[in-house]
């Protein structure tokens, strides 16, 4: 799943970062080892395989030495499936709590499980504190231990709903209607210019970047992905940027950021797929947001809708005169 909602084998297992001054001079291959845990070994396949970039530009070569304020990326491999230790420390904001799931208002900033470079305080470490049996689902073998109960999840970046599941039942139907594209998932997202059209569908497969492997891209041989929009309102100050209603029809990796910057209008600070920064956001914060996710109840077939409003941080770039 994906910022948009499935989970691929690719599961933004990414580093992405601006090299420090501490990090400055030293090795590629000994930078990935300190910063991800592995052998340099293993960092040395990595950069081989040509999932490492630096500035946009596929690095190779392990003892090329990175320098202050480049941009690295590198995609890493998925860690070793192990359970994930429960902590009660991580805040979970439950919106609505049933015996079969949960569906939780996810924080910016917040990474929903363990992968590299995140191991700790992820959402899942704070929702085996509150519900310790969804871990039952991955020792029966439902799912992923490093995922216990999720059934799809946000990007790093993106705020908003998001369901859990608690039951065996909960985690099958849900899973199912995920698949069989019965859910209804809505964003917000402010995009860069003025778009057109007042409503429209981008419907174009996705699949990884030829050129550069820790992006995605449309693609012809990707996999389907379609995007429905409309346009809220269109801002001019302090520049152009329009505010849309986002309906995900399918979920794929970066599916609503790829598809908007494909159209001409990427995600307002979107750091991989954009080209402006808005310093009125952090700087690992871009504009888009979780508003609401409908489903049918796993047991009873009641429609359940959930809500949440557009976060304080994101409601800055949005003037007081535009109505939801």
Same mark, same amino acid.
């Given at each position: 799943m994906s910022d948009d909602d499935v989970i691929d084998a690719f599961d933004g297992e990414v580093l992405d970062l601006v090299v420090p001054g501490t990090l400055d001079e030293i090795r590629l291959d000994r930078v990935l080892a300190l910063l991800t845990g592995l052998s340099r070994s293993e960092t040395n396949d990595i950069i081989a395989s040509g999932a490492v970039t630096l500035d946009d530009k596929v690095i190779v070569k392990s003892s090329t030495p990175v320098r202050e304020g480049r941009h690295l990326v590198a995609v890493l491999p998925a860690p070793a499936s192990v359970n994930v230790e429960a902590d009660p420390n991580v805040a979970v904001d439950v919106v609505l709590d049933d015996v079969d799931f949960a569906v939780v208002n996810?924080? %910016? *900033?917040?990474?929903?499980? %363990? *992968?590299a470079g995140h191991?700790?305080? @992820?959402l899942v470490a704070g929702l085996l504190a509150l519900y310790p049996q969804m871990r039952d689902l991955s020792d029966e073998g439902l799912c992923d231990p490093l995922r216990p109960g999720i059934v799809h999840r946000l990007?790093? *970046? @993106? +705020? *908003?709903v998001l369901v859990v599941a608690k039951t065996p039942e909960g985690f099958s139907n849900l +899973?199912?209607? =995920?698949?069989?594209r019965l859910m209804e998932r809505t964003y917000y997202g402010m995009v860069e210019g003025h778009v057109a059209e007042e409503r429209g569908v981008v419907d174009a497969p996705i699949g990884r970047s030829t050129r550069t492997p820790t992006l995605m891209a449309v693609?012809?041989?990707g996999r389907a992905a379609r995007t429905g929009y409309e346009v809220i309102a269109r801002i001019e100050r302090p520049h152009a940027m329009t505010l849309l209603r986002l309906q995900l029809d399918t979920g794929r990796t970066h599916q609503i950021r790829v598809h908007l910057a494909t159209i001409g209008h990427p995600v307002v600070n979107d750091p991989r797929y954009g080209h402006r920064r808005d310093k009125r956001l952090p700087e690992d914060r871009f504009f888009l947001h979780s508003t609401t996710l409908a489903f049918a109840h796993p047991r009873s077939d009641e429609w359940i809708t959930t809500s949440v409003p =557009? %976060? %304080?941080?994101?409601r800055v770039l949005v003037p007081e005169s535009v109505e939801f």
């Open positions: 996810k924080s %910016p *900033g917040q990474v929903v499980h %363990p *992968g191991r700790d305080g @992820t990007d790093k *970046g @993106t +705020s *908003g +899973s199912v209607q =995920l698949a069989e693609r012809s041989d =557009l %976060p %304080p941080d994101l």
